[in-house]
């Protein structure tokens, strides 16, 4: 467990890509993301995540899917 993040998840490996590493949480059975000091940058909210590629990532949120940046904006 890693003493900055404040939350149950788990993640074999960290892949992080452009400063951001997708999480789960098998609390919520939802994805977030953490920056490269481990902190929570994107809440838990995320289904089937994918890591970021030219600032940008494909999310599922509210049975919807779509693409988000950096900042979180869909």
């Known amino acids: 467990r890693i003493e900055n993040v404040p939350f149950l ?3 074999d490996d960290f892949n992080f890509c ?3 590493a997708k999480i789960y949480s ?3 059975g939802k994805y977030g993301f953490i920056n490269d000091t481990f902190e929570l940058v994107f809440p838990f ?3 089937g995540a994918e890591d970021f590629s030219g ?4 999310n599922t949120k509210n049975n919807l899917y779509g ?3 950096q900042q ?3």
């Open 9 to 11: 998840y788990y993640q």
């Open 26 to 28: 098998p609390t919520s």
């Open 67 to 69: 693409i988000i940046n």
């Open 18 to 20: 452009e400063g951001l």
């Open 55 to 58: 600032g940008y990532t494909t």
């Open 72 to 74: 979180g904006k869909w």
């Open 45 to 47: 909210e995320l289904y």
